[in-house]
């Protein structure tokens, strides 16, 4: 390896650095309130491009070992969970304190299929749900956002839509609308300026397919670090 050659004058070098930065001697660089400010453009999306999203994140998600379900109404959602439900062989769920989740009545869709849905949280102690969380055959979320270019879905985690539910139980459902799609992660993070500002979430959990890992002897593992089966239910817009 050859070895560096510390040339020139050390007060020059920063006096030049100062200089292009516009900052005195002496001085501090200028404090940026918001860091994420102006960084990203405004791009609006038809319902026709939604649409063209949702087939790419289909395919994206698809590729990496999930399984997603383009939905045109209630009827079809209904009969997509059964599906799962007896694919899976699901009788207990966890599913967040989704405004949105309420009113697609999915513990209905279950009851009828001898499934039952237990709404966040499931005790006030953390020493008493833990063990019920982790007991759980699937959990199921509401999609905040979804990334079509690499089939990921975005979930900022708050004390009614926890982490626990997207990765504890064997099967993870997501539900979303088309109008939760963006293209990628510059449109992700604009929405999260908008959203959040500088006050971000604790915990954002991205999942793009099946967990899985090579850290085991290099043999990959499917479902360790989270659900070894996913799916997406993505709505059309009503």
């Excluded at 007896?86 to 009545?105: F, N, Y």
């Excluded at 967990?211 to 070894?228: A, F, Q, Y």
Aim: net charge neutral; hydrophobic share 40%; charged share 25%.
């Amino acid at each position: 390896m050859g070895l560096g050659i510390l040339t020139g004058d050390r007060d020059a070098f920063f006096t030049g650095l100062r200089k292009n930065m516009k900052i005195p001697p002496g001085g501090k660089a200028k404090r940026v309130e918001n860091p994420m400010e102006g960084l990203f453009t405004e791009r609006q999306t038809t319902l026709e491009d939604r649409k063209n999203l949702r087939n790419r994140f289909i395919q994206e998600w698809t590729t990496l070992g999930g399984q997603a379900f383009a939905i045109k109404d209630r009827k079809e959602l209904a009969e997509a969970l059964q599906k799962i439900i007896q694919e899976r062989q699901i009788k207990t769920a966890m599913c967040w304190d989704h405004p949105e989740l309420e009113s697609l009545k999915i513990e209905e869709v279950f009851s009828a299929n001898q499934a039952k849905v237990s709404r966040w949280p499931l005790a006030k102690k953390y020493s008493d749900w833990i063990g019920k969380a982790d007991a759980m055959e699937a959990g199921i979320v509401w999609g905040d956002i979804a990334m079509a270019e690499t089939g990921t879905i975005v979930l900022p985690a708050s004390s009614k839509q926890p982490t626990s539910i997207c990765v504890l139980p064997l099967t993870l459902i997501a539900i979303f609308t088309t109008a939760e799609l963006v293209d990628g992660l510059a449109s992700v993070m604009k929405i999260f300026k908008e959203r959040y500002g500088t006050n971000l979430p604790t915990t954002t959990t991205f999942i793009s397919g099946p967990s899985r890992t090579t850290d085991i002897e290099m043999v990959l593992t499917i479902g360790v670090h989270g659900s070894r089966y996913v799916y997406a239910l993505i709505l059309d817009e009503s």
